[in-house]
């Protein structure tokens, strides 16, 4: 029996081949991988901050623009020359705007379920 040489073989392609293409494309998902945690990553840390901003957004700062409103009132009392109402309001203003300033710089919420990277 003549064995026709014209005729193609469709081979397996060799193991090593194979295996260079393998890595490439283990390589690609990898940096693909990468890209995606970093991008789930960022999302992550604007929802936190977007929650964190939600939380109790209304009470806090109605309380400090209050504190800002009677900084005015107690600046409009003391140039219309009441001292005395001027010193009582600008006090309690003071102690609204250093409270919630506070209260703001160590509160921290965490997010639940979530881990830190």
């Known amino acids: 029996m003549v064995r026709d040489t ?15 293409f ?5 390589k ?14 960022q999302l992550e840390i ?3 901050v977007l929650k964190e901003k939600l939380s109790n957004f209304g009470i806090r700062d109605l ?22 109402i001027a010193a009582l309001v600008a006090m309690i203003s003071c102690m609204l705007l250093m409270f919630f300033s506070v209260y703001d710089s160590f509160r921290k919420t965490q997010v639940e379920n979530k881990e830190k990277v």
């Open 63 to 84: 309380f400090k623009n209050m504190g800002f409103f009677g900084m005015g009132i107690a600046f409009d009392c003391y140039v219309g020359r009441n001292y005395g």
């Open 6 to 20: 014209n005729k193609k073989i469709h081979r397996r392609q060799t193991l090593l081949q194979e295996n260079e």
């Open 28 to 41: 690609a998902l990898q940096i693909e991988h990468g890209l995606l945690v970093s991008k789930h990553h």
């Open 46 to 48: 604007e929802d936190s």
């Open 22 to 26: 393998l890595k490439r494309s283990l």
